[in-house]
C-alpha cells in the first residue's frame, strides 16, 4: 500500500513537472517577458464592515453543544453495533 502511494506521489509529480514546463514554454515567445498581473487592474472596492464576533459565553456554549451531539451521536452507534463472539 505504502509503495503504491510512493509510486503514485512520484508519477503524479513527475507529470505535473512536465506540464509545467511544457505550459512554461508555450506562454511566451522567448527574449519577450510575460506581463504581470495578465489582466487589468479593477479599481479597490470599499471593504465591508467588521462584522461583531459572538460574545465569549455563546461561543463556548456553541462549541460544547456540538462537542455533546457529537459525543451523542457516536454512542448511539457504540450502542448499535452489535458483536458476536461467537461462531461464524
Known amino acids: 500500500m505504502l509503495r503504491r502511494l510512493f ?3 512520484l508519477l503524479g509529480g513527475a507529470g505535473f513537472a512536465g506540464y509545467s514546463a511544457w505550459r512554461r514554454g508555450a ?6 517577458a510575460p506581463e ?8 479597490a472596492a470599499e471593504p465591508a464592515p467588521a462584522a461583531e464576533p459572538a460574545p465569549a ?7 460544547l453543544g456540538v462537542t455533546a451531539l457529537v459525543l451523542w451521536l457516536a454512542a448511539r452507534a457504540i ?10
Open 36 to 43: 504581470w498581473p495578465p489582466f487589468e487592474p479593477r479599481p
Open 57 to 63: 459565553a455563546m461561543a463556548v456554549l456553541g462549541v
Open 27 to 32: 506562454e511566451a515567445p522567448s527574449g519577450l
Open 79 to 88: 450502542r448499535r453495533t452489535e458483536i458476536n463472539y461467537g461462531a461464524e
Open 7 to 9: 509510486w503514485l506521489g
